[in-house]
């Protein structure tokens, strides 16, 4: 049975990756509409072999996987593990997550595809990958040896992982509300727009105003990766997270920038969420390795504390 669920939570995350991308794609491609109905599509189960349709036929199939995957694991959760109350609290997001989700996809369609409603769905969306990430890694690396370290030479580092999973999210969310008012493609030279740093019209504004943010966020993380890395050195778990973020950080840079470069090709900006998706998933697991760490070295020291 714990095989199953790791299988099933590993397939989860993985369903939950594609969702996104998928949504990406959807948007990028400009086939939000390729079902102009809810539940259904053309008010049909099967649709029409057309490209737009398919297109979002298969974001809402691979959607409909991903609730059966959730609720598998809601279930199995409840039977065999419910004395794990972070697992089951995890689980229960999840669902709750999940079907929140499926509403919104379809108030999406209603409003015919509302930018704020599209926001709201990615950051619903981001949260329960990162969710689904937890509840993975419970199984994947709760039990691997994870040493002890003393992460007193980093200052507030707990405030700093809390800063670094914010500014991410903002950072994704920041790119919607740029793709949904419009402004993804207003400037065609980088890193500055225009040649200037702050240009004038609100499009050039938003649009630098999300490189700025991606600046800030994805610095700032890289920061506090380095560090981890540096005064990290006998815990290879959170070395390795934080290797992972940082080249993730440098790769989703260059990215950005061939973005711009390529015109804003539809596959460069799934690409680009892609990525920021996987920058997302790979800070939340930075901070859960390092608190995990922590947390250690709070139950070994009360430990001493009592034996005293």
């Not at 493609?185 to 004038?200: F, M, N």
Request: glycine share 8%; hydrophobic share 55%.
């Amino acid at each position: 049975m714990a095989i199953t669920y790791k299988v099933v939570a590993l397939l989860s995350l993985a369903v939950s990756f594609i969702q996104i991308t998928l949504g990406g794609f959807v948007r990028a491609s400009e086939s939000g509409l390729g079902c102009p109905d809810w539940p259904l599509c053309h008010g049909k189960i099967i649709p029409p072999f057309e490209f737009h349709t398919l297109i979002e036929y298969s974001h809402r199939l691979n959607g409909s996987i991903l609730g059966i995957l959730v609720i598998v694991l809601l279930i199995v959760c409840l039977m065999r593990y419910k004395h794990n109350k972070q697992l089951t609290i995890a689980n229960c997001t999840a669902f709750g997550l999940v079907v929140f989700a499926g509403i919104l996809g379809g108030i999406t369609v209603i409003t015919e595809l509302a930018w704020w409603i599209r926001l709201i769905h990615l950051g619903i969306a981001q949260i329960l990958a990162a969710c689904l990430m937890f509840i993975a890694w419970k199984f994947l690396f709760d039990k691997v040896p994870n040493s002890f370290v003393d992460l007193s030479p980093i200052r507030a580092w707990k405030w700093k992982i809390v800063l670094c999973v914010t500014l991410v999210f903002l950072l994704i969310l920041s790119g919607s509300y740029m793709v949904g008012i419009g402004a993804s493609s207003s400037c065609s030279s980088w890193p500055l727009c225009k040649g200037l740093s702050i240009p004038e019209g609100l499009a050039y504004q938003v649009h630098m105003g999300h490189r700025y943010v991606s600046a800030l966020s994805l610095g700032f993380v890289g920061y506090v990766a380095i560090e981890l890395i540096l005064h990290a050195k006998g815990n290879r778990l959170i070395k390795r997270t934080a290797h992972c973020a940082l080249g993730l950080i440098g790769v989703q840079i260059i990215v950005g920038a061939i973005t711009v470069w390529s015109g804003f090709s539809p596959h460069m900006k799934v690409t680009h969420l892609s990525l920021a998706t996987l920058v997302w998933l790979s800070v939340i697991l930075m901070s859960i390795v390092v608190e995990k760490a922590f947390s250690k070295i709070v139950s070994n020291n009360n430990v001493i504390v009592e034996e005293v």
